[in-house]
């Protein structure tokens, strides 16, 4: 658990934090693009843009986590997102942190050390999928899949490799919003520190206030927050 602690506290490493992942990954007022040269690219981008479409279907969610580092250490939480760009990641009781996205900063709280990490999304890993002021065009590329029913997609900005690679693997459901559910997402950071978030149990379309996306401050109380 503490291997993950370390891995969690170091601004180099956030796309790895399961939210400043992606949700990553999730958020959302994002293009998946890729240029359409040819006939052959034709498929790669249908499957592109459903992505997208499923992603901005999203209006609020909520799902359990798993969140696995490249050493195998897990810790598991509860993820709750409401479009556009803010995304919470509780983690178990044993783990005293907190991830949040108010949709317009990031936030790391190490509540065990009292401690505040806040970036501006734009500068955060996760920028380039949380920031609803972007006019973003990420690049993404079809990965083969020897499962017909799933999607996988890598998703990088040519101009800001410091952020990693993020792959994003989608499994057909005609439950979930767009015909899409995210299943799980692969962040490797551009220090070759890979980091696996899977979800389960996912939830759509219930109320979020905005008291999910906020945090006390541990720097004013050593309360840990209910």
């Known amino acids: 658990m503490n291997a993950i602690k370390r891995h969690l506290s170091k601004p180099a490493r956030t796309l790895g ?10 958020a959302i007022p994002v293009s998946l693009a890729v240029p359409v040269t040819s006939a052959v690219a034709q498929p790669q981008a249908n499957q592109l843009d459903r992505a997208v479409r499923a992603l901005r279907a999203v209006t609020t969610m ?17 993820l709750t997102l409401r479009n556009p760009g803010r995304i919470r990641f509780e983690y178990e ?23 505040v990490e806040r970036w501006p999304i734009r500068n955060s890993p996760l920028g380039a999928l949380l920031d609803p002021n972007r006019d973003m ?9 020897s499962t017909n029913n799933v999607v ?62 906020t945090y006390r401050d541990p720097r004013r109380s050593s309360r840990r927050p209910g």
């Open 137 to 145: 065009r990420r690049y993404g590329t079809l990965q083969p899949s």
């Open 17 to 26: 934090a399961a939210a400043m992942l992606g949700a990553a990954a999730l």
């Open 152 to 213: 996988s997609i890598a998703v990088r900005d040519p101009q800001r490799p410091e952020f990693g690679i993020m792959t994003l693997i989608f499994v057909e459901d005609a439950s979930a919003p767009g015909g899409l559910e995210l299943a799980s997402w692969v962040a490797l950071d551009s220090q070759n520190t890979r980091t696996t978030v899977r979800l389960r149990n996912h939830r759509y379309g219930m109320s979020v206030p905005d008291s999910a996306f």
């Open 62 to 78: 909520r799902a359990d986590f798993t969140q696995t580092d490249r050493a195998g250490n897990s810790v598991s939480g509860e």
């Open 93 to 115: 009781d044993d783990v005293n942190m907190l991830v949040v996205s108010d949709g317009r900063a990031l936030t790391l709280v190490d509540y065990d050390v009292s401690q």
